[in-house]
């Protein structure tokens, strides 16, 4: 894919993109605790543009419930894509990202340091309280208007 088209791409998810560390709670060797991902979402009544982007990248789309919303209300499309995939994904985009570029450093940093597999309970408590923080950030970013 050409420079072009990455600059588009990211143009786009830096106007309707998400990015987030969503968790779930979850049970490990009978204890409960949270289990985290990477989490990339873009938004638009254009499925053109959604479909198009789950070619070029993979993830999924959804329509969008609108219930509730006048009929008048053209139907919206939602891309999301998480993990190793969203990583490499906002790794393409990064060097035209200009809103959600710190969101996508710090996105990226996590994916990239997330361990896998068995570790010990006192590792997944500090993976957890790191990735909390994080959460914290991009959180923080999104209030200040920059996501």
């Known amino acids: 894919m050409g ?3 990455l600059a588009y791409f990211a143009g786009f998810f830096d106007g309707e993109g998400c990015i ?11 204890r409960p605790y949270r289990y985290y991902r ?9 499925h053109w543009i959604i479909e198009l982007m789950k070619f070029q990248f993979g993830g999924a789309v959804y329509e969008e419930n609108r219930e509730g919303h006048p009929k008048s209300h053209r139907p919206a499309w939602r891309w999301m894509i998480c993990a190793r995939r969203a990583k490499t994904f906002l790794e393409d985009v990064l060097p035209y990202l200009k809103l959600k570029r710190a969101e996508a450093e710090i996105a ?4 990239s340091e997330r361990r ?3 570790m010990s309970w006192g590792e997944r408590e500090k993976m957890m309280a790191v990735t909390e923080a994080n959460r914290m950030v991009l959180s923080a ?3 200040q208007g920059g996501g």
């Open 3 to 5: 420079k072009l088209d």
């Open 116 to 118: 896998m597999g068995q």
């Open 141 to 143: 970013l999104k209030r």
């Open 108 to 111: 990226i940093k996590w994916q």
């Open 38 to 46: 990477l989490e990339l979402v873009v938004a638009s009544t254009n």
């Open 20 to 30: 987030q560390i969503a968790s779930q709670r979850r049970q490990w060797k009978g």
